[in-house]
């Protein structure tokens, strides 16, 4: 079978597991960040192993399965946890889910990560809106033939496309209201991903900072590049859990940035839960 027909097969598996639900908005939900999924009503909860040809999560803070249901109202597939690169999974398969949620319906999804701070100003728990990336994993998941059966829309699915504005200002607009309704302020940032897994020495992350990036991470940048091809909208949502390398006083680990993740997690669940609706009633008056 073609990768496209393993992606066709796990979405019909999908969408047969959840009865008469058709997902508009898709939600990752990155380390440590996975309170958001626990405010779905009724949700139907499917384990990334009951899925057909689904990668699933080795990470510790990755719990590995898709939550769907109503959020706040909203029709929501949300993956609670992802597979990176570094894991050992190849591009085709670290995008595999982007391109299982856009065939069973998504057209618009949030990417949530836990990242390094690296410009100024940053401070650990803060929540930063993705205005654009710098990929340097040193590879692209559309590297291949290019398959147009992925498209969701008119006109996308193509070789080359744009990436000007990957991550959709309108889709910014509304986190910044949902954010104020919250009563925070959201910054927006550029993300640079990295393959991982080693965190990165000061001397990249000064080189970074060189290269105009706000934060660092491993993950995120393949899911959008994915996202833009299918013509699906993305919002990109950073959460600041360490200083990067050679920024802070104390040594980088797994543990901290998860612990990170987990006090600012209900803060991000409830921007999600407010921004949902909204998004869904986006992707209706835009149809
Ligand atoms: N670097 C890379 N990835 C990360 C970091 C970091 O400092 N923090 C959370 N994910």
């Given at each position: 079978?073609?990768?496209?027909?393993?992606?066709?097969?796990?979405?019909?598996s999908?969408?047969?597991?959840?009865?008469?639900?058709?997902?508009?908005?898709?939600?990752?939900?990155?380390?440590?960040?996975?309170?958001?999924?626990?405010?779905?009503?009724?949700?139907?909860?499917?384990?990334?192993?009951?899925?057909?040809?689904?990668?699933?999560?080795?990470?510790?803070?990755?719990?590995?399965?898709?939550?769907?249901?109503?959020?706040?109202?909203?029709?929501?597939?949300?993956?609670?946890?992802?597979?990176?690169?570094?894991?050992?999974?190849?591009?085709?398969?670290?995008?595999?889910?982007?391109?299982?949620?856009?065939?069973l319906?998504?057209?618009?999804?949030?990417?949530?990560?836990?990242?390094?701070?690296?410009?100024?100003?940053?401070?650990?728990?803060?929540?930063?809106l993705?205005?654009?990336?710098?990929?340097?994993?040193?590879?692209?998941?559309?590297?291949?033939?290019?398959?147009?059966?992925?498209?969701v829309?008119?006109?996308?699915?193509?070789?080359?496309?744009?990436?000007?504005?990957?991550?959709?200002?309108?889709?910014?607009?509304?986190?910044?209201?949902?954010?104020?309704?919250?009563g925070?302020?959201?910054?927006?940032?550029?993300?640079?991903?990295?393959?991982?897994?080693?965190?990165?020495?000061?001397a990249?992350?000064?080189?970074?900072?060189?290269?105009?990036a706000?934060?660092?991470?491993?993950?995120?940048?393949?899911?959008?590049?994915?996202?833009?091809?299918?013509?699906?909208?993305?919002?990109?949502?950073?959460?600041?859990?360490?200083?990067?390398?050679?920024?802070?006083?104390?040594?980088?680990?797994?543990?901290?940035?998860?612990?990170?993740?987990?006090?600012?997690?209900?803060?991000?669940?409830?921007?999600?839960?407010?921004?949902?609706?909204?998004?869904?009633?986006?992707?209706?008056?835009?149809?």
């Amino acid at each position: 079978m073609s990768y496209y027909d393993h992606v066709v097969e796990a979405a019909e598996s999908l969408r047969i597991k959840l009865g008469g639900l058709v997902p508009r908005v898709g939600i990752v939900l990155g380390s440590g960040l996975g309170a958001a999924a626990d405010t779905v009503a009724d949700p139907i909860i499917v384990p990334y192993e009951e899925i057909p040809n689904f990668p699933r999560s080795t990470v510790e803070g990755h719990a590995g399965r898709i939550v769907a249901g109503l959020l706040n109202g909203a029709p929501v597939a949300i993956m609670q946890g992802r597979v990176h690169y570094y894991e050992g999974y190849t591009p085709a398969q670290v995008t595999f889910p982007m391109r299982v949620l856009g065939k069973l319906g998504i057209r618009a999804v949030a990417l949530t990560n836990a990242a390094g701070g690296i410009a100024e100003g940053l401070s650990i728990g803060q929540l930063v809106l993705l205005s654009d990336h710098i990929n340097q994993m040193g590879w692209n998941p559309l590297i291949g033939p290019n398959e147009p059966r992925f498209a969701v829309r008119q006109g996308t699915g193509l070789r080359f496309f744009d990436m000007t504005e990957a991550y959709s200002k309108p889709l910014r607009a509304l986190a910044h209201e949902a954010a104020a309704d919250e009563g925070f302020n959201l910054v927006e940032g550029v993300y640079l991903a990295t393959p991982g897994p080693s965190f990165e020495t000061p001397a990249e992350i000064r080189a970074f900072r060189t290269l105009g990036a706000t934060l660092v991470g491993m993950s995120t940048v393949p899911e959008t590049i994915v996202a833009r091809h299918m013509g699906i909208e993305v919002l990109g949502i950073s959460c600041v859990t360490n200083l990067a390398a050679g920024l802070g006083a104390k040594q980088l680990s797994h543990q901290e940035v998860f612990e990170a993740g987990r006090q600012v997690e209900h803060r991000l669940a409830a921007l999600l839960k407010r921004l949902a609706p909204r998004i869904a009633a986006h992707l209706d008056d835009a149809q």
